[in-house]
C-alpha cells in the first residue's frame, strides 16, 4: 500500500531532500524539527511541522519516543530517518514496525545485523566475499597482542559497533598496542556504549570504495553503480565522486558483484551501501561494512544513473518493487560531490556556528546543490556542521572537475567561515585532477593546503 503522509526524523539538506521527493510522488510530509530548527527550510516547506524536543540531539533527533510520538501524533503511516541521528538504530526501525508505521529502510533485523561490523564481516567471509585479514573479537591487551603477532604490523585497532571513523586506531608497532586499545576501548564505550574491538591488517596504498545497493520486497536486488569515497580526512569523507576512476573492468565488475551477493543473501529491503577497500598495490578489494540507510552521498550516483534513489526508497517502503531492473540501468558521465560545512580549515577545522550573511549559490548546467541554506539561515552549534553538497556533472572525469572548479570559485558564502576555500584548493591538486588517490592523500597533503587559504 503506498504511502500518504511521511515524517522526516532528520533536519538539514536531508529533510529538505525527502521533501521534494516526496513531493514528486504527491505523498504529504510531516517534519520532526527541534526547537533550534522551528525557523528551518524543512519546516517550512514540509506540509507539516511539530516541535519533537529541544535542541539537543538527545532530546529530540536522538530520543526515540519523541520521534515516534510525534510521528504517531501526525498520522504518519510512513517514516524516514535520512541519515546520521537513528538511521542506523534498529530501535527506531522496531518501534515504528510495533507501531503500524512503515520505516523507511530495512528491518530492525538487518539493521542490527550489518551495524555490528564483526557480525557482518563475518557474513561477508561466509559468502565468498574477501575480507581483510584480521582477527575476531579482542577482549585483552593478551588477545590482542595474540592476534596482531598472527596479522602483523602495522594494524588497525577497530570499534564492533563503530561508524564515521571513531574507535579506530593505527596500531605501527607492539609497543603502541597497549595505548591503543585502551584509547579504543574508552572511544567505543563512549560513542555506541559498546567497547567490543577487534583488528584487521592496515592497507597503506587503500581506496575506499562503495557500491549502491537496492532491494525490494519482491526478491529483486540490484546495484547502481559504485562511487569513489578516498579523499577523507579523519575518516571523514570530503569529496566523492562516480563512477569510480582507475579501477579495471574486471575489478569494478567484481565489486559490484559481491555487493549483490551480499545484499541477496541477507534479503536487504530499500538503499543499502556496501563499502569495500581496495589495495591499491595488490589490485584486489575487501568487504569493510554496510551502511543501511540513504548516504550523504547518493547524489552522484543519481546524476550519472538518472534514479532518484529517495524516491525508490519510499515506493519500496510503500510495498512496490523497485521501479527499474538491473539491465535497465545505464551510467552516463561522471559527477563529482564536495560536502561544505561550517568550519575554518586554516584552525584546524574549527566550527563557526552563526547567522549566514549572503548566500549565492552557483546554477547551470551540470550542477546540483543540495542545502537547506540561504541568506538568513542560523548555523545552531548543536549539530553537524554540513550546510550544503555541491554536486556537478559532465561527459567525462576532466570535465566534471573543470566543471567542479568552476562551481567551487562562483559559490559565495557571508557571516560564517566555510570550507569553500579550502575545496577550491584541494581540486585543483594535480594528484586529484589525475584521480585514483587513496585513503591517505588529503591527510598527507593537508598542512600543505590548509596554508594556502
Known amino acids: ?57 538527545a532530546e529530540s533527533y536522538l530520543d526515540i519516543d519523541a520521534v515516534l510520538g510525534a510521528a504517531r501524533s ?49 557474513r561477508a567471509q561466509a559468502l565468498g566475499v574477501p575480507v581483510v585479514p584480521g582477527s575476531p573479537e579482542v577482549r585483552s591487551r593478551a588477545e590482542a597482542a595474540a592476534a596482531a603477532a598472527e596479522i602483523g604490523y602495522p594494524l588497525l585497532m577497530k570499534a564492533a559497533a563503530g561508524g564515521g571513523g571513531r574507535g579506530i586506531k593505527i596500531v605501527a608497532g607492539a609497543d603502541g598496542l597497549d ?7 574508552a572511544e567505543a564505550r563512549a560513542a555506541f556504549g559498546d567497547e567490543t574491538l577487534y583488528m584487521e591488517r592496515y592497507i597503506a596504498n587503500a581506496r575506499h570504495i562503495e557500491v549502491q545497493v537496492l532491494g ?11 562511487r569513489d569515497c578516498s579523499v577523507q580526512r579523519r575518516y571523514q569523507k570530503v569529496v566523492e565522486e562516480a563512477p569510480a576512476p582507475g579501477l579495471t573492468d574486471e575489478l569494478r565488475a567484481g565489486i559490484r558483484a559481491a555487493a549483490v551477493t551480499l545484499a541477496k543473501a541477507i534479503g ?14 595488490a589490485g584486489c578489494f575487501y568487504f569493510l561494512e554496510m551502511n543501511t540507510r540513504i548516504q550523504v552521498e547518493h547524489p552522484v550516483t543519481e546524476m550519472i544513473t538518472g534514479l532518484d534513489l529517495v524516491a525508490e526508497q519510499i515506493r519500496i517502503a510503500g510495498g512496490a518493487p523497485l521501479s527499474v531492473a538491473q539491465e535497465d540501468i545505464a551510467f552516463s558521465g561522471h559527477a563529482i560531490e564536495c560536502r561544505i560545512t561550517a568550519e575554518d580549515a586554516a584552525t584546524g577545522f574549527r566550527p563557526c556556528p552563526g547567522r549566514i550573511g549572503d548566500w549565492q549559490a552557483p546554477a547551470g548546467e551540470g550542477i546540483r546543490v543540495d542545502s537547506h541554506c540561504r541568506a538568513g539561515t542560523l548555523v545552531p552549534p548543536h549539530y553537524d556542521s554540513l550546510l550544503a553538497k555541491l554536486i556537478v ?24 567561515d566555510t570550507t569553500i576555500p579550502f575545496l577550491r584548493l584541494l581540486t585543483c591538486q594535480l ?7 587513496n585513503t591517505r592523500w588529503l591527510e598527507g597533503n593537508l598542512e600543505s593546503l590548509k596554508g594556502g587559504i
Open 268 to 281: 536487504y529491503q530499500n538503499a543499502g551501501t556496501v563499502e569495500f577497500i581496495v589495495d591499491g598495490d
Open 179 to 185: 595505548v591503543a586499545f585502551a584509547t579504543a576501548s
Open 1 to 57: 500500500m503506498a504511502l500518504g503522509r511521511v515524517f522526516i526524523a532528520n533536519r538539514g539538506e536531508i529533510a529538505v531532500r525527502v521533501i521534494e521527493a516526496c513531493r514528486g510522488l504527491g505523498i504529504e510530509t510531516v517534519a520532526g524539527v527541534s526547537e533550534a530548527d522551528t525557523d528551518s527550510l524543512a519546516a517550512e516547506m514540509a506540509d507539516h511541522a511539530v516541535v519533537i524536543g529541544p535542541a539537543a540531539p
Open 431 to 437: 594528484d586529484f585532477v589525475r584521480g585514483g588517490v
Open 74 to 122: 501526525a498520522g504518519a503511516d510512513g517514516l524516514h530517518p535520512g541519515y546520521g541521528f537513528l538511521a542506523e538504530q534498529p530501535g527506531l526501525a522496531q518501534a515504528c514496525a510495533e507501531a503500524g508505521i512503515r520505516f523507511i529502510g530495512p528491518d530492525a533485523d538487518i539493521i542490527a545485523a550489518m551495524g555490528n561490523k564483526l557480525a557482518a564481516r563475518a
Open 393 to 416: 556533472s559532465g561527459e567525462n572525469r576532466i570535465k566534471a572537475v573543470s566543471r567542479l572548479q568552476e562551481a567551487l570559485a562562483e559559490f559565495t558564502v557571508t557571516g560564517v
Open 216 to 226: 525490494d520486497g519482491f526478491g529483486s536486488v540490484i546495484h547502481a553503480g559504485e
